[in-house]
């Protein structure tokens, strides 16, 4: 049974900061990739950032710069720091664990945390 639960979500100012916390459990965290997804009412989920299994990063543009994402493979979790935000950044925030395995990608997703920046 795989768990990914994220958190660290909530209301926060334009300009101000949060970091979002995914902690797994029922897998081997370490062998994989993790990434962040977000999604705003009535609009398509999309990319945010990822880091391999090996620790490359890499991010979406808007939050390039602004946003960090890390993982500590001894604590099974992935982090998002979320700095400078903004009103566009409103979403659910969703963690995503992914692995090759034959002829398709075997993934999971957490049930995702609500991030509102607004004054």
């Known amino acids: 049974q795989v768990q990914l639960v994220e958190s660290g979500g909530g209301l926060v100012q334009p300009g101000g900061s949060l970091r979002l916390s995914c902690a797994a459990s029922?897998?081997?965290?370490?062998?994989?990739?993790m990434e962040w997804y977000r999604q705003a009412p009535g609009k398509q989920r999309e990319w945010v950032a990822g880091?391999?299994?090996?620790?490359?990063?890499d991010y979406e543009a808007s939050v390039k710069g602004r946003f960090t994402i890390s993982r500590d493979n001894a604590k099974n979790t992935v982090y998002l720091q979320m700095n400078s935000l903004k009103p566009e950044d409103t979403a659910v925030y969703y963690c995503?664990?992914?692995?090759?395995?034959?002829?398709?990608?075997?993934?999971?997703w957490g049930q995702g945390t609500q991030v509102t920046v607004s004054s």
């Open positions: 995503k664990a992914a692995r090759g395995g034959g002829p398709h990608e075997w993934s999971y």
């Open positions: 029922g897998l081997i965290f370490s062998i994989h990739d």
């Open positions: 880091i391999t299994s090996g620790g490359s990063t």
